[in-house]
């Protein structure tokens, strides 16, 4: 890169905290000065965003640039994929749906031609906006079997010559040997990892001076610092395998309402969820069994990457009709997006849009509503208000839609009313108690005084005290600036700087 200074996060496996860590550098350069980018050439998620101009990326590269304090853009993450099934992804390059597939011949026909093109087009926007690049990569460089046609780990670092700092998970063990494995089998590659990281350690640090020593003479390269097991530091996280959301069981807990989250086989955009996690008096399930229904306040359902599919994970499973009694017997149930596809009639598919196998199903029928895909994609930000009656007080909301469908309230039926307006238009659906309700919003629940005008419902029904709206805006930034003071504190980050990423020039600070 002529202009803008890069280092990247690789780690061991999948989960190791690489974006822990690129969010924690992407806070401190920002603090720092430097205008900064966030960097991911290739993420497989369903979990995503929508940018200001209506595209989708990934949604850790999102949080990676408020941390930043950046505005999201595609090129931070101009390959996503989204799983669909076991064997196959949707691809959207540089915000938009691509007509290709994404199977067993992806590696063969897509990352070197159109994926490495759109690589170094997004590369070249960051060099001429940016002074910091921090890069982040995908699972464990030293995946053999796909280095020859990947383009997200050392394909990347080579291709605008930036070191390598290397992650490796201690929680899950055998931390050192996939330190000296990872390096041994990167080949010439193993020169760009200047240091490695050793994250999510718990106890006394005392006890690990001697494996940092070891690893150190074994490989030759500074171990830059060790991160502890940071429990108190919410950070929205990428994938499924770092949501951590509570595993209920049947027993009753009065001072807390108890909200079970369905963990659908397809489930996208959990991040939805998050807001929840600052409520000191919310205990979030994970709700896979039919029995755990009996002991909730409300069931939330959340996004699907395919809600046909889903839905009939909730017919097979006796979830359906779980939930079903849930709402019978006085509980709430609240469903985003897909979720909320899932609340009405019918879901039609006779296109097979959704899904390959079965053209129409039934909904959970808590809604006068039926959906319908088809082939046109929504995604784009929105904002507006809260306007079903429940709502006595003006409540602003604005979050973003990413879904295929439509669904059409059915006229007729009494107690229903329209959940939001947004952008001029109505959105979403609920009865007349904002017991059954559900809209295509996502991070509805971010919106600080629609969500505690939600809980409030469910208090008042429990007996329990109301609460004021709590400010994930502040909660979010109070986090990133944590998660940076514990980075300086545990890793030697005037090395970083100097040492590895040779950044000497004084910040302008300001995006071209």
């Known amino acids: 890169m002529k202009n803008c200074t890069g280092i990247m996060i690789q780690g061991t496996s999948s989960d190791a905290g690489k974006s822990f860590i690129t969010t924690a550098l992407c806070r401190i350069f920002s603090d720092m000065g430097y205008a900064v980018c966030p960097f991911k050439s290739q993420n497989m998620s369903n979990n995503s965003c929508v940018t200001a101009d209506g595209l989708e990326m990934g949604r850790a590269q999102g949080v990676q640039a408020e941390a930043a ?34 199977d067993k011949n992806y590696y063969r026909t897509f990352t070197m031609g159109k994926g490495l093109e759109t690589l170094r087009e997004a590369l070249s926007l960051i060099d001429e906006k940016y002074e910091v690049m921090v890069c982040e990569g995908a699972g464990s460089p030293a995946e053999v079997n796909l280095n020859a046609a990947e383009i997200v780990n050392m394909r990347v670092a080579n291709e605008v010559d930036i070191p390598v700092l290397l992650v490796a998970d201690v929680d899950r063990g055998g931390a050192i040997a996939s330190v000296v494995g990872t390096l041994e089998l990167l080949g010439k590659d193993r020169k760009r990892v200047k240091g490695i990281i050793f994250n999510k350690f718990r106890g006394d640090i005392s006890l690990f001076e001697d494996a940092v020593t070891f690893t150190e003479e074994k490989t030759g390269v500074k171990v830059v610092g060790v991160m502890p097991w940071l429990t108190d530091i919410v950070i929205e996280g990428e994938d499924i395998m770092s949501i951590n959301w509570h595993k209920g069981d049947s027993g009753e807990n009065f001072e807390k309402l108890r909200i079970g989250v369905v963990k659908f086989p397809r489930l996208s955009n ?103 895909f088809g082939e046109e994609k929504t995604t784009i930000r929105r904002r ?41 238009k109505s959105d979403g ?51 990133y600036d944590a998660l940076a003071a514990q980075a300086r504190k545990n890793l030697d980050i005037d090395y970083i700087v100097k040492e590895i990423m040779g950044l000497t020039k004084p910040p302008k600070g300001s995006v071209k």
């Open 384 to 424: 507006g208000r809260a306007v079903h009656p429940c709502f006595k007080e003006e409540t602003p909301v604005e979050g973003y839609e990413i879904h295929f469908g439509e669904t059409r309230p059915l006229r007729g039926e009494a107690g229903f009313a329209p959940l939001f307006e947004l952008d001029g």
């Open 429 to 479: 659906l609920a009865d007349s108690e904002l017991r059954a309700a559900g809209s295509y919003l996502h991070n509805a629940f971010h919106n600080d005084i629609f969500r505690a005008h939600w809980l409030n419902q469910l208090r008042k029904k429990r007996g329990l005290p109301e609460r004021e709206a709590f400010s994930t805006t502040a909660a979010k930034e109070a986090a």
């Open 270 to 372: 959990h991040t939805d969820i998050e807001a929840f996690r600052f409520e000191p008096d919310v205990e979030i399930i994970e709700l896979t069994s039919p029995a755990q229904t009996a002991s909730l306040d409300a069931v939330i359902l959340p996004g699907t990457k395919s809600t046909v599919l889903d839905m009939k994970y909730l017919l097979d499973s006796g979830l359906a009709d779980a939930i079903r009694r849930l709402y019978q017997n006085g509980g709430s149930v609240y469903g985003l997006c897909g979720g909320y596809q899932m609340m009405g009639e019918k879901i039609d598919d006779s296109f097979l849009r959704d899904n390959d196998k079965i053209p129409v199903i039934e909904g959970l029928g808590l809604m006068p509503a039926i959906t319908t």
């Open 69 to 102: 304090r950046v505005e999201a853009q595609t090129y931070m993450n101009p390959i996503l994929l989204k799983p669909r099934k076991d064997t196959s992804s949707e691809i959207v390059l540089m915000g938009k749906v691509f007509d290709a597939p994404c």
